[in-house]
């Protein structure tokens, strides 16, 4: 095995994160529980507009599509694509209440929910799919959120100064994982799907929200995070890896506080939103897939979470890839979504 640039794998496995932990960070997600609690999602779920080959109609299709759209905190309007397995293929895996499993995808950074098509090899397996757009991303989901600060891009840093000055409230990823949550909560409850059969999955910001939802939601039953974002902000700096999707932190600096006057209290205020903190709290069953190459996202920031969560977990370890496609992985993560 090749040693990675990053630590040897006997330290990543022990390896227990750099960022801060914030000292009222429970504190903190409670009361973001409390008010994703008071806010009414107003959920509409319609047929889509524009659906793809099989997707509804007459017997023998196996698939109907929906656009979902529900209220977030702070009033965004969040958009996802929601798959509906209908006929033999919701019939295969319904369980003895006539129910069936439900698979959450969170994508990349920057990115959106992508195309029906992609989706149908799960509709066809009897999962309900729906993969949410990032408020204020590539998709069709608002970002309403009013920030002090910079917001020429980066939404790692969206809501920084707000949290400097002790209002950390206003960091864009406590919505973003919120509406992971919210998304979560609506899924479970449509009437075909079993509440104790959800998974969630996804890829680099996508396998960050992954972590982040099967943290802030205990019912989830299976989480599929793979070379997650949004991890162990202080570590990647440390390593000079402050560039590609973490290239805002650099920004920051450069632009805010160039002497680094606020080095400390800016990544305590990252911690809020850090996912290693959120880890222990995860119930589900995790299988992460971890690229010991990855520059993107390096591999200490994804062990500092993976070696937090104390549920049932592994990984599946690619030595020789970085933040690439990972061969294989699909087909390993649909056989562990088939054990919902």
């Known amino acids: ?19 801060p932990r914030p000292a009222n960070f429970d504190e903190y997600w409670e009361r973001a529980h409390a008010e994703l609690d008071q806010t009414d999602p107003q959920v509409q779920l319609v047929p ?14 196996f698939a109907a599509y929906y656009d979902l759209t529900f209220t977030g905190v702070g009033g965004s309007r969040i958009y996802a694509k929601l798959i509906k397995p209908l006929g033999s293929a919701a019939r295969r895996r319904a369980g003895s209440n006539g129910k069936g499993p439900a698979i959450l995808q969170f994508h990349g950074y920057s990115m959106h929910s992508g195309d029906w098509q992609s989706r149908l090899g799960l509709a066809a397996s009897g999962f309900t799919v729906a993969a949410m757009d990032c408020r204020g991303q590539g998709g069709r989901s608002e ?52 509440p104790d059969r959800i998974g969630v999955t996804g890829w680099s910001q996508g396998g960050g929200l992954t972590l982040a939802c099967a943290a802030l939601e205990p019912r989830i039953a299976r989480a599929a995070p793979v070379y997650p974002f949004l991890s162990d902000y202080k570590r990647v700096w440390e390593i000079d890896l402050a560039k590609d999707a973490y290239a805002e932190l650099h920004d920051y600096f450069r632009r805010f506080d160039p002497l680094h006057e606020q080095e400390t209290a800016l990544f305590t205020a990252l911690g809020y939103i850090d996912i290693q903190h959120l880890a222990p709290r995860i119930k589900a069953e995790v299988l992460q897939g971890i690229g010991l190459m990855d520059t993107i996202c390096p ?32 087909d390993h993560i649909l056989d562990f979504m088939c054990g919902l």
Not at 48 to 61: N, Q
Not at 163 to 189: C, N
Not at 303 to 322: C, E, Q, T
């Open 1 to 19: 095995m090749p040693l990675t640039f990053d630590m040897p794998l006997e330290a990543l496995l022990r390896y227990q994160g750099t960022n």
């Open 48 to 61: 889509a507009a524009r659906r793809a080959p099989g997707s509804s109609g007459p017997e023998g299709e």
């Open 143 to 194: 970002d309403r959120s009013s920030v002090r600060g910079n917001t020429l891009n980066g939404h790692i840093i969206r809501g920084l100064q707000d949290a400097l000055e002790g209002r950390p409230e206003q960091l864009l990823y406590r919505s973003i994982f919120l509406d992971t949550v919210q998304l979560a909560r609506i899924v479970m409850a449509l009437d075909w799907v079993d």
């Open 299 to 330: 591999p200490s920031s994804q062990f500092a979470a993976f070696n937090k969560i104390s549920s049932n977990k592994r990984y599946l370890l690619y030595p020789d890839f970085g933040h690439e496609d990972l061969p294989g992985l699909h």
